[in-house]
């Protein structure tokens, strides 16, 4: 599944793991080293590491991981190219995010930073010893330059970030100052506070509008080692790291070389695995999981399975229609199609028992919607009542649900009242409108793996006499043609960014659904959502973003842009037993690569010191 919103998470969400906070209030101004969106941080004086990291970890040893597709940048900011999504190892932000809390910011190039009561701008107090890779000082220049580049150049979804962010200003070379268009806020601070900085003195003399395959001046824990374009990309340790000893750092950031290999398919990547080719993996494929590790490694211990309970936030996944088709654009017929998919068919034969439907855009949170409409979310949605299906103010989302056994009656006859409705009928066996036009949706996808699960919904659609396909391409002609929006349905997995924000008008704003590269894969324009999502990002109370957040995924559940899928809470882990890893995990994340370290003695053993 494509992950649409990664460039964000490469270059916006805080890649290290956070500091403590000291906060004094002098003339109304707020000076601390760590904020939350609402409430206070989890961490505060006295903090040393953070409780999921060893800070006495060993430092050294090489982990080579495996990516799937391929790449042709190391450019993450610009929506053309194929860019490698672990860029961000090379790159510190201002603040780095605690992965004990869903929305806290901790200083990290930034010592501390000053705010007034209404929130309408932020100063950032840089440390002086912050440096990037070649030695040079980072000073505010650097990030007035970096939010400059983002303002022309950068992908839509990264722009829609900064929407609110009226300007940056550097008052001295280490204090730098955001203004905001909004008031009482803290969503854009949050926001500006992930930023990185690009350095002024490297690109005075490169076209920074251009892909390229250069190693770019970084300055976080790794540098670029090696790249063999499309192949490898190759990263070390920085030894003289400026932040190495900060709290925020320490236990971090073990590894002496990350390795990623990329493979075009994802069997091979498996099989490297096996091979011990491959260190690490997560696993996301039930088969596989369920039968595809009885491999000698695993049966004499040397490989090591863990499924991990997940707390972490998911984005919907599911097969999203293009709402810019004329035959798609009805929302009856999106829904026709939609009773046409067996997900408990597809559990039991092809899942193997796991996974859990999805009935929600925000599912594994507090902020998706769970049975009948609330009375907050009620009195939400009241003042647009008129314009929402009757629906939406008093039941639960219910996919349909089969017996499993493959027969999908119910939901062919549903099918065909909605067809019938819309103006589809079947004519010699095709489902075709009055012009004569059949029914044809092609699902594009960009691996061998969704296929399989794709294609008894295909099956499905062509009993209701739909000319369903399936078209498999390879990662750069898929990018380019979400990009362009130039697919029937496709096959993709969303993330947000909890508490949700800005990112929500990238993914559903009516705007965006014109804008080459946006994340709107859909083209969804719904006043409704856009006033919602308004209102969610304006949000002060955590309570009441969670109650419009729900109100929202009412109404974009309604509109039927896509055919929800499944989703796991859990992180199924495979590894080769060399490494060691905290006692506990951060809650919200895994912590791997960023907390584990290579057992120098177990590595020995298996692998010979080799």
Known sequence: MRTATVLLTTLLTLIAVPSTAARAENGGITKTWAIAEFGTPLYGDGFTHWPYVNPDAPKGGRVVLGAFGSFDSLNPYLLKGDWVRSIG?????????????????????????????????????????ARFHDGVPITAHDFVFAFEMIQEYGRPFLQSFYRDVEGAEALDDHRLRFTFKTRDNMKPLMIVAGTSPLPRHYWKDREFNATTLEPPLGSGAYRIKDVVPGRRITYERVPDY????????????????????????????????????????????????????????????????????????????????????????????????????????TRRLLLFGQYSRSKSFFPNSDFGVSGPPTPEEVAILEPFADQLPPSVMTEAFEPLVTK????????????????????????????????????????????????????????????????????????????????????????????????????????????????RGSANLAGIQSPVADALIERIIASRDLDALKATTRALDRVLLSEHAAVPLFHNDEAWLAHWDFFGYPARKPRYAVGFPSSWWVDADRFAGLRGGN
């Open 242 to 345: 400026w932040a190495a000893d900060l709290p925020v750092n320490r236990g971090l950031n073990n590894f002496d070389e990350i390795q990623y290999e990329y493979y075009r398919d994802d069997s091979v990547r498996f099989e490297a695995f096996k091979a011990g080719k491959i260190d690490f993996r997560q696993e996301n494929r039930a088969q596989r999981w369920a039968t595809g590790y009885d491999f000698p490694a695993v049966n004499d211990g040397r490989v090591v399975r863990r499924a991990v309970p997940s707390e972490t936030p998911r984005g919907l996944q599911g097969y999203f229609f293009n709402l810019r088709r004329p035959h798609l654009s009805d929302v009856r017929v999106r829904q026709a199609i939609s009773n046409l998919y067996d997900f408990e068919t």
């Open 89 to 129: 190892l090379t790159s510190d932000a201002l603040m780095t995010n605690s992965g004990d809390e869903l929305s806290s910011a901790y200083g990290l190039i930034a010592e501390t930073v000053e705010f007034p009561a209404d929130k309408s701008w932020m100063i950032f107090n840089l440390r002086p010893e």
């Open 404 to 515: 499993g056994d493959g027969r999908i009656r119910q939901g062919l006859r549903r099918a065909k009242r909605l067809f019938e409705a819309a103006g589809w009928r079947i004519r010699d066996g095709k489902l075709t409108n009055a012009a004569g036009e059949v029914m044809r949706v092609e699902i594009l996808m960009v691996s061998q793996a969704q296929e399989r699960l794709a294609a008894p919904f295909v099956k499905n659609m062509a009993r209701a006499g739909i000319e369903a396909s399936l078209r498999i391409v390879d990662t750069a002609q898929y990018e380019v043609r979400l990009d362009d929006f130039d697919f029937d349905m496709v096959s993709v997995a969303l993330n947000f960014f909890p508490p949700p924000g800005p990112e929500l008008r990238s993914y559903f704003g009516s705007p965006e659904a014109a804008v």
